[in-house]
């Protein structure tokens, strides 16, 4: 069993500070960074067996809040501008990267390129691993600490603009069927894929309008059997409010991507519309909450999805543009990363399911470890969630970018009013 770290057992860990928590893994120790406190008729969808071809394998335990990744917290090092550390604690400076070796052991996986989506994997104990995909080369890879890169999958895609391999989920069914999903840009639309180990990648829906921008996805299980898939309005606002096109939208889908049962309209995929360049989709652990991040010409905005709706009022806006994409509902707080502020975005969550104030910014190099533009998030329980950085995509990378870190979710303190 591992042991509860509260704010009894150590006084310094106060909501609203950061730190580095050491995390034991086989077989090192690695710190990792504490955050602070109508109907549409759908174009080429296709149907074929949703097995992977001539393989064995055992089925992946399903990830619950109750069985999840258990790491263990034996010491709390120093917060910037805290409380010290105790005696004996490890120091929270970290020596700069070296080539492809990173020195902060909260970094999984480094000298990638682009890591524009990343998927937790189920069942992997007190050492995680995820699917991190790069945005410009297609590749999809296995990543966890200590271990070499893996090459799952290679999709062939277009990353003009803002295209490119943008979005990826397990399916719903992975503990049987072990599919991985993708959404992604090629010459002529996008589309989301479906990877089978032993398989090239197949088309499940293609047809989304692609653009010169607006090309940007994002996908993720629902929780009860079926996908979401947040499209881009390809550049042209229209697409997103009319009726006749996948663009600008939240589709729900199953497996074979066809319209998804209990959607809004019997026979059409759309469960909301609105949207114009989504960056990130997230839930509540229990489902009963459906987030997606976007950036229009003027703002950047987090919406709160519900079946059938328009996304015309959102939750939260952002006039200063940070460039929002992935995100994570963490039950007290969504964490949004900022891509372009290269810092975290920490929002408070009222019972009620409404943002509470002020977003608070964390990891920026001030409050929090920073890696720059952040890009991808995926939770792997309530506590703790893969991140995926893009600083080679106009940031200002380090020798070891771009890289997969683990960061580790804290309640942090209520900011002011709303904007």
């Known amino acids: 069993m591992c042991p509860t770290v ?46 992977a071809a001539s393989q064995t394998y055992a089925p992946a335990p399903t990830l619950t809040p109750e069985a999840g990744p258990a790491p263990e917290l034996p010491e709390i090092g120093g917060t910037p501008g805290g409380p010290s550390a105790p005696k004996g604690a490890p120091s929270t400076k970290v020596q700069p990267p070296q080539g492809c070796t990173d020195f902060d052991k909260a970094v999984v996986e480094t000298c990638l390129d682009t890591v524009a989506a990343v998927a937790a994997l189920p069942g992997e104990g007190d050492n995680p691993a995820a699917l991190a995909g790069e ?24 990353a003009t603009g803002d295209g490119g ?7 719903p069914s992975y503990a049987e069927d072990q599919l991985v999903f993708a959404y992604v840009t090629t010459a002529t639309d996008n589309r989301v894929v479906r990877i089978a180990n032993g398989q090239a990648p197949k088309p499940v829906l293609t047809g989304i309008p692609r653009g010169a921008t607006g090309n940007r996805g994002a996908i993720l299980p629902d929780g009860k059997g079926a996908l979401l898939v947040a499209t881009g309005d390809a550049g042209n606002p229209a697409e997103a409010a009319g009726d006749a096109s996948l663009a600008g939208k939240v589709l729900r889908i199953d497996t074979a991507g066809k319209p998804a049962p209990g959607n809004p309209s019997a026979g059409s995929a759309v469960f909301a519309s609105g949207l114009h360049a989504p960056g990130g989709l997230c839930k509540s652990a229990d489902g009963s909450r459906l987030w997606v991040t976007d950036r229009d010409d003027n703002r950047d905005l987090l919406h709160r999805i519900q079946p059938g709706a328009s996304l015309s009022i959102p939750a939260w806006t952002w006039p200063a543009k940070p460039g929002v994409a992935g995100c994570v509902d963490a039950g007290a707080q969504l964490w949004v990363a900022a891509a372009a502020a290269g810092n975290m975005q920490n929002l408070p969550i009222t019972p009620e399911g409404t943002v509470g104030g002020k977003p608070q910014e964390t ?30 995509d106009g940031g200002k990378p380090v020798s070891s970018d771009d890289r997969v870190v683990i960061i580790a979710l804290q309640p942090s303190q209520g900011g002011g009013g709303k904007d």
């Open 6 to 51: 509260t704010a009894d057992t150590y006084p310094w860990l106060t909501a609203g500070r950061l730190g580095l928590v050491i995390v034991r893994t086989r077989p090192n120790w690695w710190p990792v960074a504490l955050l602070a406190g109508g109907s549409l008729l759908l174009s080429g969808c296709a149907e074929f067996d949703d097995r």
């Open 135 to 158: 945005r410009r080369s297609g590749r999809i890879l296995r990543v966890a600490a200590n271990t070499d890169p893996a090459q799952i999958a290679k999709v062939d895609v277009d």
């Open 165 to 171: 391999l943008t979005g990826l989920a397990l399916s």
């Open 363 to 392: 990891m920026n190099g001030k409050n929090g470890t920073s890696y720059g533009k952040l890009s991808a998030l995926s939770p792997i329980d309530q506590r703790y969630a893969f991140a995926g950085t893009v600083n080679k």
